[in-house]
């Protein structure tokens, strides 16, 4: 049965992507960030070696991106502001010129086409001098982004809608100190629990920085959460999943949003010496006092798990993966360009949990998306990329953003990973999760049927959809 789905009024439209993946370096001045650095020391691991240098190029075609997010309905946007193009110095210093003219052009033409800017202070591209210091291990770091958050919030909250502290935050501590995707590529958990400490501090500071200007924009964080579902109801599969949960979930989510970290994640790091060793009460106070105002929700695939099988080697790294295995579910939908299961439920069971355990805080999802190789292969005659299939990933996740909604819980909007088709971390283009096509040799920008789509669900604020597809 086909019902026409409608939103809220004034519900968010948009997409998202950050600085480094789109903007590429240009000439305004850029430190160098610690994937310029990553990449000259081991082009190999690049896909098909191809570098952050040139991306979308953004920083010069801005107002014709700026153009298409109007033609493919957005009505909001949320992009990064780069650290390293703020303070070219590596970080600290002197803020640059060049930075504050580009950014306040691109947040005014937005916000001249009705585009309600969502500014990220930081998605991943940690200034290489920094990281030279220790990165997220570091008080002096901590100090040197609330200074440009600070800095931020000066140039630019006159145009800014929505802030946000970090994407992703969970990301670079599993890749830097955990699996071995992240640049400073080390495996010891004990560091990277410092480093995630000091990431949740550095994200308080900000907010207690953000306060003192008074705006009238609120101040949140990204975070990419997947429910965890276990195996089966076996007493040692549902332990396994709870582990599970608190160390990719609950650890950033509780204290960024509750201000208080999981008391049985404590426990258990206390339990295997893997507590950070730098955390003061006027740390914990700063936390406790600092919290998001407003949430967003990254869903691309849920966790599934089961209990160890197998023994584990006490005398090899600690990692999480010494409580649980990853579960394959049989019969599972699959994306297998991207290797992620797809189900589409898990973005409600997610938004329940917000709405139950996490005070129903004003959220959002700011990205989901489907990740597709050789996109060229759907082309058709006049060049468009007729990929019926994003439009209908799009299409099932959106319905159960709907039911929420309906359930009661505080959703504002849908952002789709991504715009254009921008450059991925390690994977450069091998994946396109656009809108809007690029082409590579010439940076022509071809709106996607999932474009036009998208230009009419905005338009109606909502779509038409066979609700037996829901489960």
Request: include cysteine; charge should be negative; aromatic fraction near 14%.
């Amino acid at each position: 049965m086909d019902k026409q789905l409608k939103f809220p009024e004034n519900f968010w439209w948009g997409s998202a992507w950050s600085a480094e993946q789109a903007e590429g370096r240009g000439t305004t001045g850029k430190a160098e960030t610690i994937w310029e650095r990553w990449f000259k020391e081991e082009p190999n691991r690049f896909y098909q070696g191809i570098s952050s240098a040139v991306t979308d190029d953004h920083l010069h075609r801005f107002k014709e991106d700026v153009a298409l997010m109007v033609a493919t309905g957005h009505n909001s946007f949320r992009t990064s502001i780069s650290w390293a193009r703020m303070f070219p110095d590596g970080g600290t210093g002197e803020v640059n010129p060049q930075a504050i003219v580009f950014y306040r052009a691109l947040f005014s033409e937005m916000k001249s086409n009705g585009i309600q800017v969502f500014a990220n202070l930081y998605h991943f591209d940690m200034p290489a001098k920094l990281q030279d210091i220790g990165g997220w291990e570091s008080r002096e770091v901590v100090a040197a982004y609330v200074h440009f958050a600070d800095t931020c919030f000066k140039e630019f909250g006159d145009l800014v809608e929505h802030w946000f502290t970090f994407n992703e935050p969970l990301g670079p501590i599993l890749g830097g100190y955990l699996e071995d995707f992240h640049y400073p590529n080390l495996i010891d958990f004990k560091r990277g629990a410092q480093a995630a400490f000091f990431t949740i501090l550095a994200h308080a500071k900000a907010i207690e920085a953000f306060k003192r200007h008074q705006l009238s924009s609120k101040i949140g964080v990204i975070l990419n959460l997947s429910p965890t579902y276990p195996r089966s109801k076996n007493e040692a599969d549902v332990k396994a999943a709870e582990i599970a949960d608190l160390f990719y979930t609950r650890s950033f989510l509780d204290p960024m949003v509750k201000g208080v970290f999981p008391s049985k994640l404590v426990q258990l790091l206390e339990q295997y010496d893997q507590m950070p060793l730098d955390f003061q009460p006027a740390d914990l106070d700063c936390i406790k006092n600092n919290v998001a105002q407003i949430l967003g929700l990254n869903y691309y695939e849920p966790r599934r798990v089961k209990a160890r099988l197998t023994a584990i080697n006490e005398a090899g790294p600690f990692l999480p993966d010494w409580f649980f295995e990853h579960h394959i579910m049989p019969g599972r939908r699959m994306n297998e360009y991207r290797g992620w299961e797809i189900y589409p439920k898990g973005i409600l069971d997610l938004c329940l949990d917000i709405k139950n355990n996490y005070g129903n805080i004003e959220a959002f999802i700011s990205e989901n998306g489907m990740g597709v190789a050789d996109e060229e292969r759907f082309m058709n005659q006049v060049g468009q990329i007729e990929d019926t299939y994003r439009i209908d990933y799009i299409k099932d996740h959106l319905a159960y953003v709907w039911r929420a909604i309906e359930a009661g819980c505080n959703l504002k909007g849908y952002h789709l990973w991504t715009f254009i088709d921008c450059w991925s971390w390690i994977n450069a283009y091998k994946n396109r999760y656009g809108l809007v096509s690029l082409d590579l040799t010439t940076q022509k920008r071809t709106i996607k049927q999932s474009g036009i789509f998208y230009k009419k669900m905005s338009a109606a604020n909502g779509f038409e959809y066979n609700m037996e597809n829901l489960n």
